[in-house]
């Protein structure tokens, strides 16, 4: 039995639903927001996340998106067939991606609310055991402005090992520095990124540098073009990708079949494609890990709950929210986080 199948008839009840908006400024030019979808039924709540990042889509949201007809008695797999033939809007159609982060949300929420309503945790439901989380520490370093961060975060926790965004910054200097430290795990090249403020062009002398200066790392989504292809032709046991990879479907479309891979459940949308990649991965021996979107709420702890039952010894990148907020480093919770699943439900941390 698959490990969606596991879950598909569970019974669901809704009777309401709401839209909660979050808020962070992170800088004065960027103010994060995360919508909070909260599904109501027989008394009980279940909740998932919106992470879209057109803070203008999550405003519509609010305004726009309470009016869906959600309400009635399905299972699981039932009702989300009935999401297939509704307009999760309004979303931006220059970011077809943020259709599949919308639906992750509710259909993370109906997940929650079956659980609840059934008196199981999703754990129990899939007959699995939550473990201790390993994660890593995720910065953009791109243009270096974080080294001095990394270099304290580094200091006072020296086991935490880290996932770094590559750029223009990295020259010999900077990447013997980073390689001394014995605690890169994971290099984001950003190269599978097209039309976003994160967008990095194909270089081939920077993914030598990155992959001949820091050895041990995982290189995540290069873009190849003649010249980054045989760069990195020696180091294809190493190359993992994240950007691209929404549906099993996605992952046999990869020129060659990746050693690794980061499985990132916003970017599934439905909760069968996800579980179906967990599947395929596990079945071919393909190891995984897991990271997410920036979440302000609960959806941080989706993707740890999800991490821990699935692939809890990858180099996760799923931090607690805290690493991206604190300015005394010092107290932050190492890796690996404890076991942390609630009794029922899918929440985790409470």
């Given at each position: ?11 669901l ?37 919106d ?10 949201f609010?305004e ?18 009935h ?5 999760l ?69 020296p ?35 097209e ?35 045989r ?17 099993v ?44 979107q ?13 991490a ?24 932050l ?7 942390a ?10």
């Amino acid at each position: 039995m698959g490990s969606y199948d596991q879950i598909a008839d569970l019974s669901l009840k809704i009777d309401s639903y709401s839209l909660d908006l979050i808020e962070h400024e992170v800088s004065p030019e960027w103010t994060r927001c995360t919508t909070i979808i909260r599904i109501s039924g027989e008394g009980a709540e279940g909740c998932g996340e919106d992470v879209i990042y057109s803070e203008g889509d999550q405003r519509r949201f609010r305004e726009e998106g309470r009016n869906f007809q959600l309400a009635g008695e399905w299972t699981l797999a039932g009702w989300s067939g009935h999401l297939d033939t509704i307009d999760l809007g309004p979303v931006d159609p220059e970011f077809p991606g943020s259709r599949d982060y919308r639906r992750w949300a509710f259909e993370s929420a109906a997940l929650d609310l079956a659980l609840r309503q059934a008196g199981t945790s999703l754990a129990a439901a899939l007959e699995r055991t939550a473990q201790p989380l390993q994660f890593v520490v995720s910065m953009d370093m791109s243009d270096g402005s974080n080294l001095e961060r990394l270099r304290r975060i580094h200091g006072e926790h020296p086991g935490m090992r880290f996932k770094l965004d590559a750029g223009a910054a990295w020259n010999d200097e900077l990447v013997a520095e980073l390689a001394a430290l014995d605690a890169i795990a994971v290099v984001d090249l950003k190269g599978m990124y097209e039309g976003t403020p994160v967008d990095s062009v194909a270089d081939a002398d920077l993914y030598t540098r990155v992959a001949e200066g820091v050895p041990d790392a995982l290189i995540e989504d290069p873009r190849f073009t003649d010249e980054t292809r045989r760069a990195l032709h020696p180091h294809m046991h190493r190359v993992t990708w994240d950007a691209p990879i929404h549906s099993v479907a996605d992952i046999q479309a990869l020129d060659t079949e990746p050693r690794v891979i980061n499985i990132k459940p916003s970017r599934f949308g439905p909760l069968r494609r996800l579980f179906d990649a967990y599947d395929y991965c596990d079945d071919r021996g393909i190891a995984m890990y897991g990271g997410g979107q920036f979440e302000l709420g609960l959806g941080r702890g989706h993707i740890q709950y999800m991490a821990s039952l699935f692939h809890p010894n990858g180099s996760n990148d799923v931090a607690p929210a805290v690493y991206n907020t604190a300015e005394d480093t010092s107290d932050l919770p190492d890796s690996p986080l404890p076991p942390a699943p609630s009794p029922t439900g899918f929440r985790w941390g409470e």
